[in-house]
């Protein structure tokens, strides 16, 4: 089983801020590959589904941001888990929006949620890195990070939803370069 898990805060005023866009990749995933219905476990929502043939577990946290490490080191514990199997879905300052990478262990760049994973589980976990662009100055940076996305940006966030959703069988199967590759040529046209 891989646990997946997106960052985001829980509540309704935070649906639709970038520091959500953890959340929104998972809520996609789960309507593109039919996951069954949403539970309260761990601290957080979860659904179980299959992606291919990987069996995978999808958890938003239900504690803020800084305190997302506690949610996923209960579900990891309660399934025996390593790190090996888990993937973290999360904004990224310092890629250009809508720009998708993975990549495996690493720093926190200053993410709360990354930090809080970090803590109580260590920095050997996979990453998939969503694009939102830096605001330009380091004082505008929680607005950025905190503000929803525009109405102009709406098409775009949805395209890239749907590319990670419909290449995430190469994900589950650990090819993180196709998975990486196929999004980027969904993105182009």
């Known amino acids: 089983m891989q646990v997946w898990t997106g960052l985001g805060n829980p509540g309704p005023q935070y649906a639709l801020n970038r520091h959500n866009v953890g959340f929104m990749a998972l809520d996609t995933i789960a309507e593109v590959h039919g996951f069954g219905p949403v539970q309260k476990k761990f601290q957080g929502w979860v659904q179980e589904g299959r992606i291919g043939t990987q069996k995978v577990l999808l958890l938003k946290p239900a504690t803020f941001m800084n305190e997302s490490g506690r949610a996923v080191g209960e579900a990891l514990r309660f ?111």
């Not at 809080?116 to 969503?130: A, K, T």
């Not at 694009?131 to 990070?145: A, M, Q, S």
């Not at 990670?164 to 999004?183: H, I, Q, S």
């Open 79 to 189: 399934y025996k888990l390593g790190t090996d199997a888990l993937t973290v879905f999360h904004d990224e300052l310092d890629l250009a929006p809508f720009k998708v990478k993975v990549k495996q262990g690493g720093g926190t760049a200053g993410h709360n949620g990354l930090r809080s994973i970090d803590q109580h589980l260590g920095p050997d976990f996979r990453r998939v890195r969503i694009g939102i662009g830096h605001p330009g100055h380091k004082d505008r940076v929680t607005g950025h990070v905190l503000g929803n996305y525009v109405k102009a940006e709406q098409d775009d966030l949805a395209d890239m939803l749907g590319a990670m959703a419909a290449e995430a069988e190469w994900l589950a199967k650990g090819d993180d370069t196709r998975f990486m590759n196929d999004v980027a040529l969904r993105l182009q046209d």
